[in-house]
């Protein structure tokens, strides 16, 4: 059973360290769930993947004076994207309509990326609503909203451990479920 734990303190440990394949190991985990957080704050893609961008170079920065409290860094990857999206919003709105529907044309089109993303997104979504009603409100806590594991054990009115077990199976089947989806 502890097994299935994922602990990342090692892998960030290491990336602080300078490991990039550390650190590599770290954005493959978490940037589909940062990415996801983003699109639900900006509201289009072009700004989702720029604010999941510099989310990463924030990490990359902070790790060496990061103390991970709990065993996962996505609370502290989401805290930092929702503050990244802030700063992109308030940025779009004070540069105007202009600025905005310039940002919206995309640079180019990927649609083989796009149509492999759509597939993910549905793959994972019905993943997550295949999860009994606990383990759904413990994915949207802790993975959408970055509670951390005592916060959310708090709101759902179960133990951290349960959280915290819980979570990590939720994690490791919504991950295979998006490594299915993509292409080799």
Known sequence: MADDV??????????AAGSET??????????????????????NAADADDVVQETFVVAWRKLPQLTLEGTSLLPWLATVCRLQAANRLRARSRHGAHA???EDLPARIDVERDVV?????????????GL???????FR????????????????????GTVRNRLSRIRTRVRATAMETETP
Not at 6 to 15: G, K, Q, S
């Open 100 to 102: 905005a529907l310039d």
């Open 22 to 43: 550390a650190f590599r190991s770290l954005y493959r985990a978490y940037v589909r769930p940062v990415y996801w957080t983003a699109m639900g704050l900006v509201g």
């Open 141 to 160: 806590l802790c993975a959408a909203e970055g509670y951390g594991y005592q916060a959310a054990a708090d709101a759902l009115g179960v133990s951290h």
């Open 6 to 15: 994922i602990d990342d303190r090692a892998l960030v440990a290491r990336a």
């Open 117 to 129: 993303d759509a597939e993910t997104v549905r793959a994972i979504l019905a993943a997550v609503e």
């Open 132 to 138: 009994g009603d606990l383990d759904r409100e413990i």
